[in-house]
Nanobody
Framework: QVQLAESGGGLVQAGGSLRLSCAAS????????MGWFRQAPGKEREFVAA????????LYADSVKGRFTISRDNAKNTVYLQMNSLKPEDTALYYC???????????????????WGQGTQVTVSS
């Protein structure tokens, strides 16, 4: 079992930056691809970014490509999401998730992920 805890959310003005962190505990992080998803009020959960464990291959939603960067520190069992040039439409509850399949290519589908955190709120004011 893996426990995930997100942090780093908050209120920021449009154009600003935030860095989210997701710390994993409970068992080895090794081999797990990690993803970030978000859910805005009244909308479905959507994929944001993902990173594989072995090669560090990354995948991004078109809406965040060029503005967000996902990275991981396997020694610290932590994955990060650097968010720059934030827009009001980025406002959402952000979740991290772990995919235990040891996939080389990270995946977009929420169903591929086995463990989820509780989320951290990001609010971008205009």
């Amino acid at each position: 079992q893996v426990q995930l805890a997100e942090s780093g959310g908050g209120l920021v003005q449009a154009g600003g930056s935030l860095r989210l962190s997701c710390a994993a505990s409970g068992r080895t992080f090794r081999g797990y691809a990690m993803g970030w998803f978000r859910q805005a009020p009244g909308k479905e959960r959507e994929f944001v970014a993902a990173i594989s464990w072995s090669t560090g291959t990354t995948l991004y939603a078109d809406s965040v490509k060029g503005r967000f960067t996902i990275s991981r520190d396997n020694a610290k069992n932590t994955v990060y999401l650097q968010m720059n040039s934030l827009k009001p439409e980025d406002t959402a509850l952000y979740y991290c998730a772990a995919d235990r399949s040891n996939t080389v290519l990270p995946r977009r589908g929420a169903n591929a992920y086995d463990y989820w955190g509780q989320g951290t709120q990001v609010t971008v004011s205009s």
